[in-house]
Structure formats: C-alpha cells, structure tokens
C-alpha cells in the first residue's frame, strides 16, 4: 500500500500517542476510509469570550468515515459510515467519556473503538470493500 519513502516514514515513528495518530491517518486514510483530527476544547477569541472547538468532550482522536457497499435493495450503492477511533499509547486508557462516545457511535451503527497501532485500527475499519 505504501512506496518505499512512506513504509520508512512509518517505521521511524516513535511511539507517542501523536505519533501513532499519524500512522493510523497515514495509512488508513486511503481507499474507502477517510480519518481527520479531532481536536477538543475551548478558547477565548479576541473579544473573551469562550469558544468551544471538536465534536463534544470525549469524541475520539480520529473521525471520519468508511465506505461499505449495501448489497440488497440498494445493490451496488455505497454508504459513509461514522468512523471514530481513540488512540492510546500501549499503557493509555481510554476516559469514562470517551468510551461512552465509543458506546454511541457502535450502538449508532458506526465504526468505533480504541486503537493503540494502524493494525488495531484495521481492525476497527475492517469493514471497508476490498
């Protein structure tokens, strides 16, 4: 999947939580799934007052979508479905609030969970039309 420049850009990442979110959008935004950052949180703006940025407290790390093909009455046609993914360092645990947005989007019908490599990751996506 990837050129020899990307597979060595990808292995000589080190293992912070950033560094694992730009491997798992490096190499599963292709194809039929599409990974942005999420930043959360709030600023004030020039005047002071406060502005809230992200989805909501706890959102995952990563959103977006993956495409799945419906195969019945809409056969042929493909739909994005909501992608979430939450990265963690090999010792990170995922907040009370994060895993219940991990809860709404499964229970949504979305893709989501937490992914401590771009393999865990795939395993959250793997839905995706080969």
Request: positive net charge; hydrophobic residues 40%.
């Amino acid at each position: 999947m990837f050129s020899k420049v990307g597979r060595a850009v990808l292995s000589g990442m080190a293992g912070s939580e950033q560094n694992i979110q730009n491997k798992i959008r490096l190499m599963w935004s292709r194809g039929c799934s599409r990974l942005f950052r999420n930043n959360t949180g709030a600023l004030k703006d020039q005047t002071g007052r406060l502005v809230q940025f992200g989805l909501c407290k706890g959102s995952s790390d990563l959103i977006g979508w993956s495409t799945v093909k419906i195969t019945n009455e809409m056969v042929g046609s493909h739909v994005a479905v909501f992608t979430a993914i939450e990265v963690k360092t090999p010792k990170g645990k995922a907040t009370t609030l994060q895993k219940a947005f991990i809860d709404t989007v499964k229970k949504a019908g979305g893709f989501a969970g937490v992914a401590r490599s771009v393999d865990e990751a795939g395993e959250i996506i793997n839905l995706c039309p080969k």
